[in-house]
């Protein structure tokens, strides 16, 4: 099993900037996915960015060029630079993992962009 616990949401303006952490209790083995979803109030939950443990980074078009994902496989952390906020990027931000078929996630962090 791994726990994932995400850190860093919160309130911010519209075009400012926030990073959230996710801390995983042990390493993640093999060849293997750190992710961040993220789902708003009425929508389906979507994915964010993602990156393998090759290194190889995934975006959703909505926030390529504003969010950055990036890893700490010493800390057994991922996290999200998210720059240019905007209202809609309000949501909670889950932090994802994937594990030798089997796929792990964390409780949620609300991050909340106002106009």
């Known amino acids: 099993q791994v726990q994932l616990v995400e850190s860093g949401g919160g309130l911010v303006q519209a075009g400012g900037s926030l990073r959230i952490s996710c801390a995983a209790s042990r390493a993640i083995l093999g060849t293997n996915v750190m992710g961040w979803y993220r789902q708003a109030p009425g929508k389906q939950r979507e994915l964010v960015a993602a990156?393998?443990?090759?290194?190889?980074?995934n975006y959703a078009d909505s926030v390529k060029g504003r969010f950055t994902i990036s890893r700490d496989n010493a800390k057994n952390s991922v996290y999200l630079h998210m720059n240019s906020l905007k209202p809609e990027d309000t949501a909670v931000y889950y932090c994802?993992?994937?594990?030798?078929?089997?796929?792990?996630w964390g409780q949620g962090t609300q991050v909340t962009v106002s106009s």
């Open positions: 994802n993992a994937y594990e030798l078929g089997r796929i792990y």
């Open positions: 990156v393998t443990s090759g290194g190889t980074m």
